[in-house]
C-alpha cells in the first residue's frame, strides 16, 4: 500500500465550547482514521477545557463554495433589503415592535 | 465571462492588493501572489518547526525536575509546544503544502528553526530562564502576528498566545523561588541569565538594515513590525522583570533614556547569530539528528496504524 510513504488523511476539526453554542471550525490534523482523529483532536485543541464535544470530518468529504463564484453566488441577496426589519417604517406611537 | 489570461491576473492582484489594503484577512482559497504565498509558507513553516525543535531543550530536565509539581508543569509545557507546533504546520497545509514534505525539509536543513534552540539548557534554573526569556521573547514576537494578514496563521498564532502566558509565568516563578533559595541558587540563576540574554535578544532576527524581507513583509501585513521596534519593546518590559527578581542583565551599555522613554542597550554578537544559522551553533547537529531518529523511530507505528485503518475501514 503507497499510503504507508505518505500522510495519514487531513481532518477537518470542529469543536463545541460549551452547551448551547455551535460546532466551531477550530483547525485540522492527520490521522490514521475517524477514531484517531477524535483522539487526536482532543489532544491538539483542548488541552484546557476549549471543549464539550468534538466533530472531525475528513477534509475531502468537505465539498465548498469557490472563491471565484462569490459574486453570483451571493449577490442574490444583496437588492433583497426587503427581508430586513429595517425596511419597513412604523409609526412611532406602536410600542413593542 | 472569459478575460485574457493576463487582464484576468491583473484583476486578481487588485483585488489581492485591496484585501491587504483594507487590513482584511487572506483566505486559503483566495487567489495571492506566488511571492506571498512563499513567504507565508517560509515564515509559518519556520515558527512551525522552531516549536517542535523547541520541545527538546526543556525536555532534556523532565526526568529531572526536582519535584512532581515542577515535573507536571514542565511536561505540559512541552506538550503545549508539539501543540503549537500542529496548529502551525495545519496553517501552513492550507497553502498546499504537505505534513510529510515539511517534516522532510526540517530534517533536510532546507527550511530553518529559530536560532535560540541551538543553544544547550546546562542547568536547571535554564528551564526558568527559557520560560521568562525565550518565551517573553516569543510573546513580543506573536502578539502582533495575531493580526498577520493571512488568515489561518492569525487564527493559530490567537491560540498560541492565549496558552504563551502561562509558559512565560511558570518560568519566571521558577526563577523567583531559586532566587529566594540559597547563594548557591541564586548563582545558577544568574549565570543562565548570563548565556540566554543575547541569544533571546537574537530572537528578533538581524537589524533593520540587514533584514532585506522585512519591507516586502510589512506591505503585505505578513509581519507587522520591524526586528529592531520587537527587540526594543523586549528590553523595555524585561529590565523591570529582571529588577524584581534580583538578577544583572549582562549588557554594561544598558540604561534608561530620558529623552526616548526606552532603554539603550547593546548590540548582539552578530556574528555568532550568522554562525548560529548556518549550523554552526552547540546544538545544530544534535537537535537535528534527535528529529531525524524520532521520526524514524516512529515510522512503524505509523505504518501499524495506517495498515489497520485500511483493515478497519467499512467496518462501522
Redesign the interface.
Known amino acids: 500500500m503507497t499510503e504507508i510513504q505518505g500522510d495519514w488523511p487531513l481532518y477537518e476539526v470542529f469543536v463545541r465550547g460549551k452547551r448551547g453554542l455551535n460546532h466551531v471550525h477550530v483547525g485540522s490534523l492527520h490521522a490514521a482514521d475517524d477514531e484517531m482523529a477524535v483522539r487526536h483532536a482532543r489532544d491538539v485543541y483542548t488541552r484546557r477545557n476549549e471543549g464539550v464535544s468534538i466533530w472531525v470530518v475528513r477534509s475531502d468529504a468537505i465539498t465548498a463554495s469557490s472563491p471565484d463564484e462569490k459574486d453570483p453566488l451571493f449577490a442574490p441577496s444583496g437588492d433583497k433589503v426587503y427581508r430586513h426589519p429595517t425596511f419597513y417604517d412604523i409609526p412611532d406611537n406602536v410600542p413593542h415592535m | 465571462m472569459t478575460l485574457a489570461p493576463e487582464a484576468d491576473e491583473s484583476a486578481l492582484q487588485a483585488a489581492f492588493d485591496a484585501t491587504i489594503e483594507r487590513h482584511d484577512r487572506i483566505?486559503p482559497?483566495?487567489?495571492m501572489p506566488e511571492a506571498y504565498r512563499k513567504t507565508v509558507v517560509r515564515q509559518v513553516a519556520q515558527h512551525a518547526h522552531s516549536e517542535i525543535i523547541g520541545m527538546q531543550p526543556e525536555g532534556n530536565w523532565i526526568t529531572r525536575a526536582p519535584s512532581l509539581r515542577r515535573k507536571a508543569i514542565l511536561l505540559?509545557k512541552v506538550?503545549?509546544e508539539a501543540?503549537h507546533g500542529?496548529?502551525l504546520y495545519?496553517?501552513c497545509?492550507?497553502l498546499g503544502v504537505?505534513?510529510?514534505e515539511l517534516t522532510e525539509m526540517l530534517i533536510n536543513g532546507k527550511q530553518k528553526y529559530s536560532s535560540i534552540f541551538n543553544y544547550p539548557t546546562l542547568s536547571y534554573a535554564d528551564v526558568g530562564t527559557i520560560g521568562w526569556l525565550v518565551d517573553g521573547a516569543a510573546i513580543c514576537n506573536q502578539v502582533p502576528l495575531c493580526r498577520t494578514s493571512y488568515g489561518?496563521y492569525g487564527?493559530?498564532m490567537i491560540?498560541i498566545c492565549k496558552?504563551e502566558s502561562f509558559h512565560q509565568r511558570q518560568g519566571y516563578e521558577l526563577l523567583a523561588t531559586m532566587m529566594r533559595g540559597t547563594d548557591e541558587q541564586r548563582e545558577m540563576v544568574q549565570e543562565s541569565v548570563n548565556r540566554f540574554w543575547w541569544p533571546a535578544l537574537m530572537m528578533f532576527g538581524p537589524p533593520d538594515d540587514d533584514s532585506p524581507n522585512t519591507a516586502q513583509s510589512m506591505a503585505w501585513g505578513i509581519k507587522r513590525n520591524t526586528n529592531d521596534d520587537l527587540r526594543q519593546r523586549m528590553v523595555d518590559m524585561t529590565v523591570p522583570q529582571a529588577e524584581a527578581l534580583g538578577v544583572t542583565l549582562p549588557d554594561p551599555e544598558l540604561r534608561w533614556n530620558e529623552e526616548r522613554q526606552s532603554y539603550d542597550f547593546g548590540s548582539p554578537d552578530w556574528d555568532e547569530f550568522k554562525d548560529v544559522i548556518k549550523g554552526n551553533g552547540p546544538c545544530n547537529k544534535q537537535r537535528i539528528a534527535h528529529r531525524r531518529r524520532a521520526h524514524e523511530d516512529g515510522a512503524w507505528v505509523?505504518?501499524a496504524?495506517?495498515?489497520?485503518?485500511?483493515r478497519?475501514?467499512g467496518d462501522?
Open positions: 483566505e482559497r483566495d487567489w505540559a506538550q503545549d501543540g500542529l496548529y495545519s496553517a497545509e492550507t504537505s505534513r510529510m489561518p487564527r493559530s491560540r496558552e505509523r505504518e496504524a495506517t495498515a489497520f485503518a485500511a478497519t475501514e462501522g
